[in-house]
């Protein structure tokens, strides 16, 4: 790291930093969307589960 | 030519859309990874430093790909209120909602980046100049449809509110990309997406275009995967009301549940 560091030169403060807060932002942004992937998926699968969405044997007789 | 047409409004059908997604998801994602991995490793350690901007030259690779991302989500998303506003396609509804906070981060990090490389190579992490406003416009632009995407709860209601802001926000895409021409900016003229033909050597220029298509196969795989999420959201949506309603009418015949 502190190899890279000094390759970089005398900005490599600047480059570190674009791509920490680039990594950070992506990383961030993929989690929220499988996270909300997830919590859909389960919501859903309850749903199904409890049979929501179809009609009750004893409300059709 | 119909044949692709047909192919595509096969697609368009949801339950088709989770089906084809979820075999595709997986291939999207592993090349996008091996993609950017190669490009990092071209850009950090074969790219060579540029002999004016130096180092810094390395931040180049990862802001121009988010300052194309942040376009071309917002391109897809004017294409997607079009969807709904002519077609009244739910898919297109889907599609905009999904791409807004992809490419927020990405106009985000087009910023932050930017900010970062000008400090060293401007003396400044901000000027008010017509390239760097109009992306912090196209910033707050996603900003504000997403707010508006959570204010407004019937989906379609919404659908149609966001489309027709969205398509009223596109005017600001060619701005950005023409700012630089229009414009005296201290922000650079285009490099590569010129008249012409690009600027760059190839050994700077390779690893950034690789980097800019692992960067997309990334982002489109993130769509995909925000999309599907929002179609179960829908159908969660769909299924809790109908399961209301199954219990209220249970409840009025005063059968239990």
Known sequence: MSGLLAGFGPHAGFILASYGAAALILAGLTLAILRDHRAQKRALETLERRGAGRRSTRERS | MARM?????DLANPTRFMRFSAALLPWLATAATLLILAGL??????????????????????????????????SMMALSALGTLVWRHPLA?????????????FALICLITGALWGKPMWGTYWVWDARLTSMLVLL????????LWRVLDE????????????????????????????WNTLHQPASVLRMGGATIHPSMLWP?????????????ALHMAAMRAEIMRRRVRTLTIL????????????MPA
């Not at chain 2, 047409?5 to 409004?9: D, E, Q, R």
Request: proline residues 4%; hydrophobic residues 65%; aromatic residues 12%.
């Open chain 2, 5 to 9: 047409m047909a192919s595509l409004i």
């Open chain 2, 41 to 74: 490793y071209l850009a950090w350690f074969v790219a060579p430093a540029d002999y004016q901007q130096g180092e810094t030259i390395r931040i180049m690779f990862i802001h121009v790909p988010a300052a194309w991302l942040a376009m071309m989500f917002y």
């Open chain 2, 93 to 105: 509804d889907v599609a905009q909602k999904a791409a807004a906070p992809i490419g927020a981060c």
């Open chain 2, 140 to 147: 707050l632009i996603y900003l504000g449809l997403i707010a």
């Open chain 2, 155 to 182: 989906p379609s209601r919404a659908a149609r509110a966001v489309a027709i802001l969205t398509l009223v926000g596109f005017v600001n895409v060619p701005i950005i990309k023409f700012s630089v021409d229009w």
């Open chain 2, 208 to 220: 950034l275009l690789i980097l800019a298509v692992g960067f997309t196969l990334f982002a489109l």
């Open chain 2, 243 to 254: 399961e209301a309603e199954r219990l209220d009418r249970l409840a009025a015949q005063g």
